[in-house]
């Protein structure tokens, strides 16, 4: 007969071990969801200026407002004490992510967003799914249940146009680039730091790189006859300046979310819950432009929610 004490020991063990797996699975989904709230609002900001700023100057502009605030943590933090080889990371997410969000600014600017939002979240899914799945990481079949149901969530939340006008080749080609880049900035970022602190320092990192990219090219595009000001000069520009802080400052939390997501928890669960974006987005054209929801649209963000609830579970 094995004694009591034996036997209360192991059941603490256990329970302990299932409270911290859960725990585990549970800071992964609010950090993956809070990832997709600023990533919601963020693209929506930065899709209404690209329809009144050239799309290089609102990606310009928003992340050297990111990059002064990101300046300021690193040097309250202490966060260069932790520069290493994995800066290279944020460097290389640095250089891919302007290219990215040009694309994708560009493509909101020009086609409807309920349709640019949703086609753009599958990159983010499939490269850092990818990523996870190659590394090892085996999700359970509740997970994937959870995944497939977000998934088609997020496509239908967006309000894909099954009749009617199709969506301009030009806009689709650039949602398409655009996705891929943001998945390869995600599996980048997440890669750049073990620690907040370091995070603080790759996001920093990541900025700088945005801003010489980004302005490079900004640079390049005023040489050859585009003006990068608006039409109303400096004081829209200034206008606008509120704005375009809380896009690139959005921006740089939901990065850091997404990697507290991933490094607290599956790759693979974290990819997904950040990619359910678009159905803020979607709420967000609701809420502030009055664009109607259809039928379709609540049934995408019902599922969306299904699926988050499945992946939260940690099944």
Request: charge should be positive.
């Amino acid at each position: 007969m094995i004694p009591q004490c034996i036997l209360l020991h192991y059941g603490v063990v256990y329970f302990s071990v299932r409270f911290t797996v859960l725990r585990g699975f549970t800071m992964t989904a609010v950090f993956a969801l809070a990832t997709s709230l600023l990533w919601g609002l963020a693209d929506f900001g930065g899709g209404l200026l690209a329809r009144r700023l050239q799309a290089l100057t609102v990606v310009v502009v928003s992340q050297a407002l990111a990059a002064v605030v990101l300046g300021a943590i690193v040097l309250a933090t202490g966060g260069w004490r932790e520069a290493g080889p994995q800066l290279w990371f944020a460097v290389g997410a640095g250089v891919v992510g302007p290219a990215a969000m040009l694309c994708f600014y560009r493509a909101l600017a020009l086609g409807p967003m309920g349709v640019v939002s949703p086609l753009a979240s599958f990159g983010t899914v499939l490269v850092p799914l990818g990523v996870g799945i190659l590394a090892g990481e085996r999700p359970g079949l509740l997970q994937i249940t959870g995944m497939l149901v977000a998934v088609v969530g997020v496509v239908l939340a967006g309000g894909p146009r099954i009749s009617g006008a199709s969506v301009a080749r030009r806009t689709i080609v650039l949602t398409v680039i655009s996705a891929l880049g943001f998945g390869a900035v995600m599996a980048l970022i997440s890669e750049a730091s073990t620690t907040v602190t370091g995070l603080f320092l790759a996001l920093f990192v990541q900025r700088l790189c945005n801003v010489a990219v980004g302005g490079a090219a900004l640079y390049a595009s005023v040489r050859r006859g585009t003006p990068a000001l608006p039409d109303g000069g400096l004081p829209a520009l200034r206008d606008a300046l509120p704005a375009l802080a809380f896009v690139g400052i959005a921006d740089v939390a939901a990065n850091g979310t997404y990697a507290l997501a991933a490094q607290s928890g599956p790759v693979t669960m974290a990819a997904v819950l950040a990619s359910l974006y678009p159905v803020v987005t979607t709420l967000a054209a609701l809420g502030i432009l009055k664009e109607r929801l259809r039928a379709i649209q609540t049934a995408g963000a019902s599922l969306a929610l299904v699926g988050s609830a499945l992946l939260a579970s940690g099944g």
